[in-house]
């Protein structure tokens, strides 16, 4: 399909677009992120889409309907990434559909509704810690707790987003800017994304679709000992803040690795002041812990919580918890899944259901409106990596599922 080609050009030169040199990365309103949003956009408009750019830095594209009372189907994904990305994660989400709206458009396909392409600004939680940002903008849920996490510079989420303009932006502010279609007015929302595991890869199918979005919960961990000659302090005599976070780190892992479907991951972690020939005084590193069932997670949280008072107390160390995120797992739409299933099946002659273990924005926006997940093949099930990869075969199937979706949900509304 000529517009699969032109889906790879697009996902090549935006994967481009980066904060730093020789690797992808785009983070919270960076100026990466704002040169993404400025390419999109221009994409967006040449597919005859309205574009508009809300106060959390979303870039929405939107196709009105035939008139004010039209519902509204909602697509999209994310345009922020980790650090050393791939350029799949996210972005594949944003632009496939803009491509699917050209090729409708292209065929004469006129829709009985509205569609909106969300571009969200932030969902890896890189700069802040904490996810879904974008999303919980557009929907209007930031909450003031959101808005005060700071990131390594010391900037909080509400003055980022004031940047420049007079005042920190407060969530009240906020959500009265957001304005998100009312939740009567809106058809759901199908997010693109790529597995990000190995399921599809195993099953020899290109495609699949999601029924629920694992639980997930991360956090900020201080630990705090006394720093001191690395030459001249006998071991007894230590309150090593380093190595009480690294017995806490071994605890989660071989907590995770003997309970099935639990996942826990250090992915950061700092020595304040850290120095060769000094003891480490303050360490502060994150946990992001995840379940399909919540459940599970929270007595996964309870018994890492009591690991960390007892090495605490054994190693005479101070520890705190900044909870960062917590989000329970999300059930996909059984209805609007089916439908999505349907047109799965119409191209690829079969259909795999699926639980994501990574977080996605459909979480939030299940608040406003029911959520379908098309999970597109990764190689090897590789992601948060450059050699993250779905084959422009692949991508050009996901591409025939969403037109099929949109063309059969314009038929069902168009009655
Ligand atoms: O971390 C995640 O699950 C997703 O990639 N944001
Ligand atoms: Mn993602
Ligand atoms: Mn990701």
Redesign the pocket.
């Known amino acids: 399909m000529k517009a699969a080609r032109q889906l790879a050009r697009w996902l090549d030169e935006l994967g481009r677009i980066s904060d730093e040199r020789g690797r992808l990365t785009r983070t919270f309103l960076s100026p990466a992120m704002g040169r993404a949003n400025a390419l999109v956009s221009r994409w967006m408009r040449e597919a005859g889409l309205a574009v508009r750019f809300d106060a959390v830095g979303n870039v929405i594209g939107r196709l009105d309907g035939p008139d004010a009372r039209s519902k509204t189907l909602l697509l999209g994904s994310?345009l922020d990434?980790?650090r050393n990305?791939g350029k799949f994660?996210?972005p594949l989400g944003v632009l496939l559909p803009v491509v699917a709206l050209a090729e409708l458009r292209r065929r004469g396909v006129a829709l009985p509704f509205a569609v909106e392409v969300i571009g969200f600004s932030e969902?890896?939680g890189v700069r802040f810690a904490s996810a879904y940002l974008g999303s919980k903008g557009y929907a209007g849920l930031l909450t003031t707790a959101d808005l005060n996490l700071r990131d390594a510079g010391g900037v909080s989420v509400g003055e980022a987003i004031s940047h420049g303009s007079r005042g920190t932006a407060t969530a009240a502010k906020l959500r009265e800017a957001a304005r998100p279609p009312r939740s009567r007015d809106l058809i759901g929302y199908v997010e693109v994304h790529i597995e990000?595991g190995p399921v599809l890869e195993q099953a020899k199918l290109a495609v699949g679709v999601v029924s629920a979005i694992a639980g997930q919960s991360r956090f900020r961990l201080t630990w705090s000992g006394m720093a001191g000659h690395a030459g001249t302090t006998p071991m007894n005599l230590r309150r090593d803040a380093l190595a009480g976070a690294a017995e806490f780190v071994s605890g989660v892992e071989a907590l995770a690795r003997r309970t099935p479907g639990l996942v826990a991951t250090v992915g950061l972690i700092e020595v304040s002041g850290g120095a060769a020939n000094v003891i480490p005084g303050e360490v502060t590193h994150t946990l992001d812990v995840r379940h399909a069932r919540d459940a599970v997670r929270r007595d996964a949280l309870m018994r890492m919580g009591r690991l960390a008072t007892r090495i605490a107390r054994n190693r005479g160390l101070e520890r705190h918890w900044l909870r960062t995120q917590d989000n329970a797992a999300v059930a996909c739409a059984p209805a609007l899944t089916a439908q999505l299933a349907r047109s799965v099946e119409a191209v690829q002659g079969s259909c795999l259901s699926l639980v994501s273990g990574?977080?996605h924005d459909g979480v939030v926006l299940s608040a406003l409106a029911p959520v379908a997940m098309l999970f597109v093949r990764c190689r090897d099930g590789l992601?948060?990596h450059p050699a993250e990869h779905a084959s422009p075969a692949d991508c050009d199937v996901a591409l025939r599922v969403m037109v099929d979706f949109i063309a059969r949900m314009a038929q069902q509304h168009g009655r």
């Open positions: 994310h990434t980790v990305a994660d996210g969902e890896e990000q990574a977080g992601s948060h």
